[in-house]
Nanobody
């Protein structure tokens, strides 16, 4: 089971883009969600995290430019990206911490990852 991100694409240097990701299903809450980025040849890095109480943390590289937000009722997380730079290019992944876990089929999942969406910032 994987999440599906939306909003990726090609954007010019200095431009903006908004990503979104929804955890499907009902009857459970999501304690925390986050966005990661993996640039070509690099490891996957945490960019921003938001808890269900609204508290947020950011990587230094995106602080002041990116904003993470969420709609807890819809189990949706957003990433507003402003002042994009070529070094922001990469595959962006959504992550959901499911706390005690949810059962899908016969499997209990404690976390879910997105399939990734590519953001390319042209110089």
């Amino acid at each position: 089971v994987q999440l599906v991100e939306s909003g990726g694409g090609l954007v010019q240097n200095g431009g903006s883009r908004k990503l979104s990701c929804t955890v499907p299903g009902s009857g459970f809450s999501v304690p925390a969600m986050a966005w990661y980025r993996q640039a070509p040849g690099n490891k996957r890095d945490l960019l921003a995290r938001i808890s269900s109480d609204g508290s947020t943390t950011y990587a230094e590289s995106v602080k002041g430019r990116f904003t993470i937000s969420s709609d807890n009722a819809e189990k949706t997380v957003f990433l507003q990206m402003n002042s994009l730079k070529p070094e922001d290019t990469g595959t962006y992944y959504c992550y959901a911490n499911l706390g005690p876990g949810i059962v899908i089929g016969t499997t209990r999942y404690y976390e879910l990852w997105g399939v990734g969406t590519v953001v390319t910032v042209s110089s």
